[in-house]
């Protein structure tokens, strides 16, 4: 069973409303991914953390959506004006280290599936 | 930029019989790749099967078996006998470590169902 929990692992909003997903990642990572999953599969990076501190994002992050990953707290996934596109799974994945992709050491949620009606 | 296709959807082999799933990348980061095969079993999270770092080597796990192939860019996956406790999904991945870009990229995955 997976050490990322997730929550919750469905949720439905309506077009414009909040959506906003958590992240427990496995004890001890430092380093968290954001990926969103589309109803073709295709899975597409959003932003990762060093603990507090973003990494890399991509520019959809920066306009509707936030992250944040503090200390002592879940990280969270926030999409402030949800969109019908915005339907996805959004996997929320953990490492040790940064080098990912060297190590391929990352351990995955089972992901919050949101659909926007 | 970077991408991963595999080309099979889904997958249904009978058990004992052989598997093959399809991968091929392209890299166009500068910087070396790294290929992964994950995979998702029903009811938990993407896990790493099995990596290759070096071109021309061979990964296994689990009696899978994975050659990174640098001049066909592919990285097939590949099993001589299949069980029903396979069935699960596949995603092919690579990774490029370049700069501060070190994240993984993934294909759209293989659904695999072993028939009895």
């Known amino acids: 069973n997976s050490k990322v929990i997730q929550t919750p692992r469905y949720l439905v909003k309506g077009q414009g409303q909040k959506a906003k997903m958590r992240c427990i990642p496995e004890?001890?990572?430092?380093?968290v991914f954001w990926y969103q999953q589309n109803k073709n599969n295709e899975f597409k990076f959003l932003i990762n953390?060093?603990?507090?501190?973003?990494?890399?994002q991509i520019d959809m992050t920066e306009k509707r959506f936030s992250a944040e990953c503090p200390s002592n707290s879940p990280c969270s996934l926030e999409i402030q004006s949800s969109e019908a596109g915005d339907s996805a799974l959004y996997l929320c994945a953990s490492s040790l280290s940064r080098g990912v992709a060297n190590t391929g050491q990352l351990y995955f949620g089972e992901g919050s599936k949101l659909t926007v009606l | 930029g970077d991408s991963v296709t595999q080309t099979e959807g889904q997958v249904t082999v009978s058990e004992s019989k052989s598997l093959i799933i399809n991968c091929t990348y392209s890299a166009t980061s500068i910087g070396y790749p790294n290929l992964f095969w994950y995979v998702r079993y029903p009811g938990e999270g993407l896990q790493l099967l099995l990596k290759?770092?070096?071109?021309?080597q061979k990964g296994s796990s689990r009696g899978f078996e994975a050659t990174y192939n640098k001049e066909a860019t592919s990285f097939h996956l590949q099993k001589a006998s299949v069980q029903e406790s396979d069935s699960a999904v596949y995603y092919c991945?690579?990774?490029?470590?370049?700069?501060?870009?070190?994240?993984?990229?993934f294909g759209q995955g293989t659904v695999l169902s072993v028939i009895p």
């Open positions: 953390f060093q603990n507090q501190e973003v990494l890399q």
């Open positions: 290759v770092i070096t071109a021309g």
């Open positions: 004890k001890g990572h430092p380093v």
């Open positions: 991945a690579l990774g490029m470590a370049t700069g501060g870009n070190n994240k993984l990229t």
